[in-house]
């Protein structure tokens, strides 16, 4: 039977499968030994054998894993060559920073970007505790990667971002603190993810979520993926290449000029010619290097 891979918790798996007129029946699963090796992530979809009973003692095995039309993947640090894949199927990366009690942390933000870019996804800026600070600064500073964004408040009402979330399959990352679990809270009303606190000395939020969690809107209306607060954001595994490829008015002249294997950010890139001949903006190549530099390595502070 079909299922949808919504929580994994030490070694097992809720799936939901598709009970008929009944609606949706979650179910408890293992991975099947065959699969060996194989990752089983939220938002996977799988084929499960067995108990598919869903009762409190029943217990299926997923013996396949569809193709994914996505992975958002991430790494320890940028020198690991292990990739760890933290969800799939998603079309959509939600990076939810607050605009202050923690401050923004750019850095942060554009590595998660290029993971978005890497695996696919479109990425949306979700802007949390506008009542604390004003929101100008940073949309401007992202406004010539053309990356859509919402604001938030506090008790605000949600209704732009729920727009930009109907009919999709979103996965919310942020740093903790930020206001994430609090989204979810409002959006899924019955999700009571706990929410965290940001520590007045150190200005860092605590982890309260320790696993993704898949959650569908009210009315059926999409999907939301909620994952752990990230202090770092692995890109070992994201080439130029990669990255170069969701700036369509750069990629065209980086075939056309760039020296073989150009990272973009060496002298000679022909990249600089194609701006100055009128083909992209200075300021998009300014926000394609950042994003590069920001894969290079180093904190995300």
Not at 142 to 165: I, K, S
Not at 280 to 293: F, G
Request: net charge negative.
């Amino acid at each position: 039977m079909a299922a949808l891979v919504t929580a994994v918790d030490r070694g097992r798996y809720r799936c939901l499968v598709d009970a008929g007129t009944d609606g949706e029946r979650p179910v408890t699963a293992m991975r099947a030994r065959e699969l060996g090796r194989k990752s089983v992530v939220v938002g996977d979809k799988v084929a499960l054998v067995g108990d598919l009973g869903g009762g409190p003692d029943a217990l299926a095995r997923i013996v396949r894993i569809e193709p994914r039309t996505s992975a958002l993947r991430r790494t320890a640090d940028d020198t690991d060559p292990f990739e760890r894949v933290i969800v799939a199927n998603a079309d959509q990366l939600v990076v939810v920073t607050a605009l202050a009690d923690p401050e923004p942390r750019p850095r942060l933000i554009d590595r998660t970007l290029v993971a978005a870019y890497d695996a696919g996804m479109e990425p949306l800026l979700a802007l949390t505790k506008a009542d604390l600070a004003g929101p100008d600064a940073l949309v401007a500073e992202y406004a010539p990667l053309g990356v859509p964004f919402v604001v938030t408040e506090r008790g605000g009402d949600l209704a732009e971002l729920r727009g930009h979330l109907s009919g999709r399959v979103s996965v919310l990352v942020g740093h903790s603190g930020v206001g994430k679990s609090t989204l979810v809270n409002a959006l899924v009303p019955d999700a009571e993810r706990a929410v965290s606190h940001v520590n007045a000395v150190t200005g860092r939020g605590r982890h309260t979520s320790s696993s993704a969690l898949a959650l569908e809107l009210p009315d059926r209306d999409g999907w939301i993926i909620d994952t752990p607060g990230v202090r770092s954001f692995g890109l070992a595994h994201v080439t130029p290449e990669n990255v170069i490829g969701a700036f369509e008015d750069l990629a065209e002249g980086s075939a056309e000029r760039c020296p073989p294997q150009c990272d973009h950010l060496q002298d000679d890139c022909g990249l600089d010619g194609w701006v100055a001949d009128g083909h992209a903006t200075e300021a998009r190549l300014h926000s394609l290097r950042r994003l590069l530099q920001a894969r290079e390595g180093g904190d995300d502070l």
